[in-house]
């Protein structure tokens, strides 16, 4: 090795050429006592980020410098100097063990702003990501065959960093580190062990369920959280699921989930009573309930839904995300991202005569979603067969719609026969949503008194007793909740993504694994990491989240186009 140096002894002006002079460096560039402060601070906080990974003091305190002390960039910066070098190291370790003669160059390692100056060099001068043009340079090539950082220590440096269970157990069963399986580091490179063939879409997603494994209290990051055994006791009191109400325009959708919501004391009687003010205004009286989940002006005023709305409620045994899907054929994209992101679905028919038949025949929404959602992983079914007071509670009109439906979901949509569940029901009215009426009186909140149905259906409740089955939150109730793969790698599928406050805001729904606020994730195809600052489910501010979740990510540390 004796054309090999060492690069902790390299001097990079001997290898940078960038006009940076010595004699520049003057005293006046050196850390005030409050820059010192700052620095001994921002430093202990990137170490706890860091957690066991191999970075000295020094390299944290270069990428500081760099970055004006901000944790997170320095952070992002030494994570993906770590996966850069354990990418090489992994090829240069296979080039060894395959006896092939190293060649004199391959430029992709990139060591850290280690400089050899001890004190730290000027802000436009000391540039970590600079040294990459000495990527080229032999010396820099051989650092990584350097006794000091073997690529087996790399290797169990990354494996440490809580790159997943997954990792972690490709790590263990390592013999020696003399080959470093090139699958051990699978979700640090767009290469070789990354497992696609599980993630449906990821548009976006991360390996690790926590790059940075904290040892201690961070002020910034708080107190490391064991989100395994939160989530098992978040489950033990009641399973979550994501329900999706899908189904042709105008089937009552949301009139029938805004009524639930009421009926369950998810929305107050106050607020239904100003909905039904307003809506009466505009001449769309009927549309109160569903006010309740459209709630942008323009879905208010043309009557339909556009965009997923997204509330949650619990019921007896379960704890719901729903997503209110748009009927309208305009909003199908925004029906699929809804929908993807669902473990169960509510297909809600219009049971009107001609209604029905509308939306079931070749352009209607009916068919189109249900196929939507068994090809987007939808197992479970529940068919709402909806505006029954309108029919005068028909059970042949009921009986009708059950078998032509079921014969598609069953034959067209491969949807498994005990996977569907039929409920009659009014989603205007009430009736069968929470309660069935026993004694002809109407379900209904008295919020909605005024509203014409009340008085003109209560007689014909009474010929509604020909059904005896659950109400529809008994049938959802009883959904099952899939098995969620908490204690796998994190993966996250993105559907949406914008520029936030704090950063770059992802959201989306998590696959599998966990993350926390203070982790770095990866995020792919571009491999580029990235920090997660806060994060949000179901629209409250929260800690962390697992497998099954819809989060709302806020990153820094990564250009929005990455995402
Ligand atoms: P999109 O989201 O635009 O696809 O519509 P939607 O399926 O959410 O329908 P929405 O809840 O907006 O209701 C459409 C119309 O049907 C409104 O006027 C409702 O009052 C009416 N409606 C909904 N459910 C019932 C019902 O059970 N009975 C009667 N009579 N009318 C209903
Ligand atoms: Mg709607």
């Avoid at 169990?156 to 490709?170: E, H, I, P, R, V």
């Avoid at 042949?396 to 598609?408: H, S």
């Avoid at 004694?439 to 509203?451: E, F, K, L």
Wanted: proline share 4%; hydrophobic share 40%; with cysteine.
């Amino acid at each position: 090795m004796s054309r090999h140096r060492n690069v902790r002894n390299l001097d990079l002006d001997d290898v940078l050429d960038d006009g940076y002079d010595d004699e520049d460096y003057t005293e006046e560039q050196a850390m005030t006592a409050e820059e010192q402060a700052q620095m001994a601070d921002a430093t202990e906080d990137v170490k706890a980020m860091l957690g066991s990974a191999k970075v000295t003091i020094k390299e944290i305190q270069d990428a500081l410098w760099y970055y004006y002390f901000d944790i997170d960039q320095a952070a992002v910066y030494l994570l993906d100097e770590l996966a850069k070098k354990q990418k090489a190291a992994t090829a240069a370790a296979t080039k060894k063990a395959s006896s092939t003669p190293k060649p004199s160059q391959s430029g992709t390692a990139t060591p850290t702003g280690t400089s050899s100056k001890s004190a730290p060099a000027p802000k436009a001068k000391e540039t970590p990501k600079g040294t990459a043009s000495a990527t080229q340079d032999d010396d820099i090539v051989e650092f990584l065959d350097d006794e000091d950082l073997p690529p087996s220590q790399l290797q169990f440096d990354l494996a440490a960093m809580n790159f997943g269970s997954t990792l972690k157990t490709q790590a263990a069963k390592k013999t020696g580190g003399a080959t470093p399986s090139a699958k051990a580091t699978p979700l640090l490179s767009s290469g070789d062990g990354f497992d696609r063939s599980s993630a449906a879409t990821p548009v976006g997603s991360a390996p690790p369920s926590g790059i940075s494994t904290p040892s201690r209290v961070s002020t910034k990051m708080g107190k490391r959280i064991d989100v395994v055994t939160e989530y098992q006791k978040r489950v033990a009191e009641k399973e979550s699921l994501n329900l999706v109400v899908i189904g042709h325009v105008d089937a009552g959708k949301s009139t029938l989930m805004g009524h639930l919501l009421y009926l369950q004391g998810e929305v107050n009687e106050k607020t239904i009573r100003k909905h039904e003010r307003d809506a009466q205004k505009i001449g769309k009286a009927s549309f109160a309930f569903a006010w309740v989940l459209d709630e942008t002006g323009e879905e208010r005023a043309r009557g339909i839904t556009m965009d997923v709305g997204v509330t949650k409620f619990e019921t007896e045994h379960r704890r719901f995300t729903l997503l209110d899907a748009p009927g309208h054929r305009d909003f199908i994209p925004n029906m699929i991202s809804g929908t993807a992101q669902a473990d169960v679905a509510i297909l809600v028919v219009d049971a009107t005569t001609g209604e029905f038949e509308s939306g079931f025949d070749a352009n209607g929404q009916t068919k189109e979603h249900a196929l939507l959602a068994r090809s987007l992983g939808v197992q479970q079914l529940v068919v709402a067969i909806n505006k029954l007071d309108v029919v005068g509670w028909s059970e042949a009109r009921f009986l009708e719609i059950v078998a032509k439906l079921e014969q598609f979901l069953v034959k067209d949509a491969s949807f498994k026969k005990s996977s569907l569940i039929f409920v009659p029901c009014s989603g205007f009215t009430g009736e069968n949503l929470v309660r069935k009426s026993k004694t002809g009186q109407i379900c209904n909140g008295s919020a909605v008194s005024d509203a014409p149905v009340d008085s003109s259906v209560a007689s014909v409740v009474e010929t509604f007793a020909w059904y005896k089955g659950p109400t529809l939150i008994q049938t959802i109730d009883k959904l099952d909740a899939p098995t969620r793969a908490v204690e796998k790698p994190f993966r996250m599928s993105v559907t949406d993504v914008f520029k936030g406050t704090g950063g770059v805001s992802a959201a989306g729904r998590l696959e599998a694994g966990h993350v926390q606020i203070g982790e770095a994730i990866m995020v792919m195809p571009g491999a580029e990491m990235a920090v997660v600052k806060n994060m949000e489910v179901n629209d409250e501010p929260t800690r962390w989240a697992a497998a099954g979740d819809s989060v709302l990510l806020t990153l820094s540390g990564i250009d929005i186009l990455q995402v």
